[in-house]
């Protein structure tokens, strides 16, 4: 395989030409450009938006701020690149991070292979030339040899088809989509639809600026403190001195992340003993409840005691027992929905200017011009803030016409639900990578580590095909076949399947209820890729 050197695009109709060419600028493309060029390959990001960050770059709703610690949650790839950038906070906030990727773009001298504000809308397999043509909407045509979907897990936002939302005269913002500028809601009447992480982070600065903030409620969370801060000195020194043991640690860890896991069980442990527990960790704050029992995701009477304590946390945070009583999660396990992480979430409902409405009780009926109607009545507003999620893990996939073998469509292979080999590679769409795709543990682990050890292995597999004169690799249909039931069958051990979450789809209307990430465990699941590759890439098909 020669190294095929980029001509000129395009607007001339030309086609340009690259080894590969990567989808997303956030923190997955960044790295992934990053390799490809260690490799002397000629690569090409195209990205939608305006800059370089991904998630970060669109999620700046005010109180965005990553619910993963800072330290974790940053490339491990560069001991200069660790040792030189100061983090702030333990959870870092949106700003902040997309600093850290503009430095990281800039440091890199990332930017002059990144074409912006440009969306990748077709990608067809050319069986002859065992290439790849891809499209744009700006009308770029290129071919590559490989391409690497870095497009993100929660990047196409779902807004609420609620009747009546567009003649709503008021300003309409989603916080997956949110105004460069920022927004300032003083002296306005604010409505949030929805209540998951977006909604809890936003919610409390919301309160402090509105005179008056509606949240509009259909399924409340379970949520645990962030107990967020300025990180110490003694800390960053500590982390500068040791990261090359932490970051080992993290890799073989479960999540990803630095939570110490007790083996043991809920149920065999006495009440006070379990309260300690928690209460040692809910002092701690962020997932560190996540690990307070080994049995708290696995077994429904000791997921309860969890969930019971959290639930004794919201009744003693918020003040009105009725508001308490419709905050309380009920009819889902703890955790089995994404867990969030706060700062005075529950605390804002004490605040006169916020009302809570629980729109499973009384439904919305519709958006009118100045407001949202539920069965009981209407409430006037300014402003609507859908904090309503997104089309998780397929969506962003989904959007671009992309083809395989045969000119078969991702949306007819996928048209049961998500089919991987590895959560990295699908039958019949050879040479394409999904960076932290379905199938991989992906949003049940640190996005950050998840990523590089993706990047990673899809650039040595890359090597390894230059190194053989290889032109193509496809999982095949055994592999992807066996694969598919391994997740399930690791996901059936677990209570995850109980709850209507995005992450099995519940949350867009007629998406295939599959859950979707690897439940296994980052430091299991690394050793199996590690594992395919080291057999000379078993389970798929290489060809010359
Ligand atoms: P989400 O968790 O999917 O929450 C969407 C919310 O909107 C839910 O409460 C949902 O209610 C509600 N909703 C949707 N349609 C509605 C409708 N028609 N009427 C009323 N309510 C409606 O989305 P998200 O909060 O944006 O979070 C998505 C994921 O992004 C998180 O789980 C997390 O993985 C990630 N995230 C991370 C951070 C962080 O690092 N700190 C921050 C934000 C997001 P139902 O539950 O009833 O469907």
Known sequence: ????????????????????????????????????????????????????????????????????ESLQYSYSFSDALEQEWQWTERYASQPEIERYLNHVADRFELREDIQFETR?????????????????????????????????????????????????????YHTGHWPAEGVDFTGRRVGVIGTGSSAIQCIPYLARQASHLFVFQRTPNFSVPAHNGPLSPQLLEDWKANRVRYRQRDRASHFGIRIELNRKSALGAQPEERQREYDARWCDGGFAMLGAFADIILNREANETAAEFVRSKIRAIVRDPAVAEKLTPKDYPFATKRLCVDTD???????????????RATPIREVTSTG?????????????????????????????????????????????????????????????????GPGSPSVL????????????????????????????????????????????????????????????GANIPGKPRVFMPYVGGVGVYRRKCDAVATQGYQGFVLRS
């Open 345 to 359: 979430y529950y605390a804002t409902f004490n605040r006169d200017n916020v009302t809570l409405i629980d729109v």
């Open 120 to 172: 990748v809308i077709a990608m067809t397999f050319n069986e002859d030339a065992k290439r790849w043509s891809i499209r744009t909407d700006r009308g770029d045509r290129t071919t590559a040899r490989f391409c690497v979907m870095a497009t993100g897990c929660l990047s196409t936002a779902k807004t609420p088809d609620l009747q009546g939302i567009d003649a709503f005269q008021g300003d309409t």
């Open 445 to 504: 682990s640190n996005m950050v580590l998840s990523i590089e050890q993706h990047v990673e292995w899809i650039s040595d597999c890359i090597s390894y095909l230059r190194n053989r004169k290889l032109a193509s690799i496809e999982a095949a249909v055994e592999a992807e076949d066996a694969w598919v039931a391994h997740v399930n069958d690791v996901t059936s051990y677990t209570l995850f399947p109980f709850a209507n979450s995005w992450y099995v």
């Open 1 to 68: 395989m020669a190294n095929e050197q980029a001509a000129s695009v395009t607007e001339s109709g030309e086609t340009a030409v690259f080894d590969a060419v990567i989808v997303g600028a956030g923190f997955a493309g960044l790295y992934m450009l990053h390799r490809l060029r260690g490799l002397g390959m000629s690569a090409k990001v195209y990205e939608a938006g305006g800059g370089v960050g991904g998630t970060w770059f669109w999620n700046r709703y005010p109180g965005a701020r990553c619910d993963v």
């Open 372 to 436: 949202v109607r539920t069965v009981r009545g209407e409430y006037a507003l300014d402003s609507i803030v859908c904090a309503t999620g997104f089309d998780a893990m397929t969506g962003a996939l989904h959007r671009i016409d992309i083809r395989g073998r045969g000119g078969v469509s991702l949306q007819q292979h996928w048209s049961g639900g998500p089919r991987t080999y590895l959560g990295i590679t699908i039958a019949g769409f050879p040479n394409l990578f999904t960076i932290t």
